[in-house]
């Protein structure tokens, strides 16, 4: 079922291994410079919608972007700024005035939102890792390929990876 949402352009905005692995522990596996670099250019100045343990995962909300946070606690206690809902749809809703909100996650927002979002933004790191927590299968009937750059493995990156946006069909 799609959220109805009032936004003009819902993207989600992951990074993922060969084998669909995001996460292990609730933590980044791998980090990749440009890869946190590539997320700060897009996700500033807009609102970013995440579950409440991704929001966890921050040492301190990130700069220059209104948080959003989805959490089925209640009276969760969070700093001066950051919004807090109970769903997906209200964190949709709550983004309305944002012309391209983000969803960063983690696992199961995600899984909630794919059905949602018009935009995939995606950094395929080309490598497989264990983890605990995986992105869905991205099907070609629904999400085209609209931009890919390769990235080199180098002296800042582990491991070779790359930027590729999929737009819905």
Request: charge should be neutral; charged fraction near 30%.
């Amino acid at each position: 079922m799609k959220t109805k949402k009032n936004t003009s352009n819902l993207t989600l905005i992951v990074a993922v291994s060969e084998n669909d692995v995001i996460g292990k522990d609730n933590d980044l596996i791998w980090r990749l410079k440009a890869d946190l670099k590539r997320f700060k250019a897009l996700t500033s100045g807009h609102c970013i919608i995440m579950g409440r343990k991704t929001f966890e995962s921050f040492p301190k909300p990130l700069p220059n972007r209104t948080h959003i946070v989805i959490t089925r606690q209640q009276d969760y206690k969070v700093p001066e700024g950051v919004i807090v809902v109970n769903s997906l749809e209200a964190a949709i809703e709550q983004a309305e005035q944002d012309a391209n909100p983000f969803i960063i996650g983690g696992g199961e927002i995600y899984k909630q939102a794919l059905n949602s979002v018009d935009t995939l933004e995606f950094t395929r790191v080309h490598h497989t890792f264990e983890g605990d927590t995986f992105f869905p299968l991205i099907r070609e009937e629904i999400w085209e390929e609209t931009g890919r750059i390769y990235n080199e493995k180098d002296e800042l990156h582990l491991y070779p990876f790359s930027f590729i946006t999929y737009k819905r069909r």
